[in-house]
């Protein structure tokens, strides 16, 4: 059982920045992944790491505005974002999965941080 939970979201807006962090129980051999989801829509991959060799992926929406990166020694992924766009605003989760990323679903899943851009 991996436990997630993501903080820093938050209201800014647009053209702002925040970093969302994501505290996982146990970090070796898992990929991170961000997600967001906004009311109704579908779930969307933003972002991921991959344990094995720290390869990332970004949807092209967030290419070079938001930077995913680790802490191993704080059992932290962060996703730096940038630049934010009022279609940024939803509800973001990080996933943690023993398989290289991105994937299409992930085995274990935090709450979510409310990420809200404004024009």
């Known amino acids: 059982e991996v436990q997630l939970v993501e903080s820093g979201g938050g209201l800014v807006q647009a053209g702002g920045s925040l970093r969302l962090s994501c505290a996982v129980s146990?970090?070796?051999?898992?990929?991170i992944g961000w997600f967001r989801q906004a009311p109704g829509e579908e779930r969307e991959q933003v972002s991921c790491?991959?344990?094995?060799?720290?390869?990332?992926y970004y949807r092209d929406s967030v290419k070079g505005r938001f930077t995913i990166y680790r802490d191993n020694a704080k059992n932290t992924v962060y996703l730096q974002m940038n630049s934010l766009k009022p279609e940024d605003t939803a509800l973001y989760f990080c996933?943690?999965?023993?398989?290289?990323?991105?994937?299409?679903?992930?085995?274990?899943w935090g709450r979510g941080t409310q990420v809200t851009v404004s024009s």
């Open positions: 146990r970090f070796d051999g898992y990929s």
């Open positions: 790491i991959t344990s094995s060799d720290g390869s990332t």
């Open positions: 996933a943690a999965d023993g398989r290289s990323c991105p994937l299409p679903g992930y085995a274990y």
